[in-house]
């Protein structure tokens, strides 16, 4: 599914006008759009809002909280979004139509007559990379967690309650990732040694590959190299180019925020999915931001990006029509 167009009225943060988040001639949804504008001028609050409606139409966790949504001294507000669906989607769904219309008013949990098979497919989340979902990386998407916090791997139902909150503790558990697909290899490396009493290199089970590669991608001068197993910690070991080996906590915050992206991009599967990105240029210098968000567009396939930015360099790559400028009427 993808975004074509969000009107919003009386939303807090968010000027009340129609955006438009697909291009001019033939109207197909564009694959990246940036929100630009000055300080406090509604640039995370229009995500915000894509997310609420998003929720209302059919939700992963409970329904958006119209009171928050409202802007101060309104009686009442709305956001009215058309996304528009996949051939895919549509079969899957068994939906007659592509393009949905959907209206959302504050003062009720979910959007008014929307199609249960409809409101079902925007309720569901599959891992599989062959379906569409939606995440929201906040601003607040930090690495460091409480180790407390990670010794747990989050139920799948409140995981995917969190996938468009901006709560960091969705990012919990990356060190326990590592340590649960290294021990599951481990057991199946033990049953193959088991049943035919050898192991050629071919058949070593290797569950991190995928995530190897999109840090690979996503940070050419880094590599996940080994993940140790220890009786009171887990350590997450990766090499720089120069051939300096460094513990997780050890990476700088911009090769963090790397790992970040490309640990959730292969864990969920997001293809064919809205992705909204908070400052994707944080803690990077100018000069790499660009080369960084194109790599990052090819971790995936058919998504449609999102951003909130003041990046001139990420602005200066796209087409106008690819920009919502906050700061102009």
Avoid at 49 to 60: D, F, H
Avoid at 90 to 115: C, F, K, M, N
Avoid at 225 to 239: C, D, I, K, M, Y
Wanted: hydrophobic letters at 40%; one cysteine or more; aromatic letters at 6%.
């Amino acid at each position: 599914m993808k975004l074509l167009q969000l009107t919003s009225q009386s939303i807090r943060g968010v000027p009340d006008r129609t955006y438009a988040f697909a291009g001019a001639r033939g109207g197909a949804p564009l694959d990246t759009v940036f929100i630009t504008g000055g300080p406090a001028s509604g640039k995370t609050s229009l995500l915000e809002a894509i997310a609420a409606v998003k929720e209302a139409t059919g939700s992963y966790g409970l329904p958006p909280d119209g009171g928050r949504m409202l802007r101060r001294g309104a009686s009442a507000g709305t956001i009215e979004a058309t996304w528009l669906l996949s051939s895919e989607e549509q079969a899957h769904a068994e939906l007659d139509e592509a393009r949905h219309r959907v209206r959302w008013e504050t003062s009720g949990g979910r959007a008014i007559d929307v199609p249960p098979r409809l409101r079902r497919l925007f309720a569901d989340h599959s891992c599989s990379p062959d379906r569409g979902k939606f995440e929201l990386f906040p601003a607040n998407r930090w690495l460091h967690v409480e180790e407390a916090a990670t010794r747990q791997a989050s139920p799948r139902a409140e995981d995917v309650r969190l996938r468009l909150t901006a709560e960091a503790h969705k990012y919990a558990g990356l060190r326990r990732l590592f340590h649960d697909l290294t021990l599951a290899d481990a057991a199946r490396l033990a049953q193959l040694l088991d049943t035919q009493g050898i192991a050629l290199r071919t058949q070593q089970p290797d569950a991190l590959a995928p995530f190897k590669e999109a840090i690979a991608a996503l940070l050419p001068d880094l590599r996940l190299a080994s993940v140790e197993l220890g009786e009171r910690a887990t350590r997450v070991w990766f090499q720089r180019r120069d051939g300096a080996r460094v513990e997780l906590d050890e990476l700088s915050d911009s090769e963090q925020q790397a790992l970040r992206f490309a640990v959730t991009f292969r864990r969920l599967g997001l293809n064919h999915s809205v992705i909204l990105i908070d400052t994707p240029e944080l803690h990077l210098h100018p000069r790499r931001v660009a080369p960084f968000f194109g790599r990052l567009l090819e971790l995936g396939r058919d998504n449609q990006i999102i951003a909130a930015t003041t990046s001139a360099e990420l602005l200066a790559t796209v087409r106008p029509e690819q920009v919502i400028d906050l700061g102009q009427g």
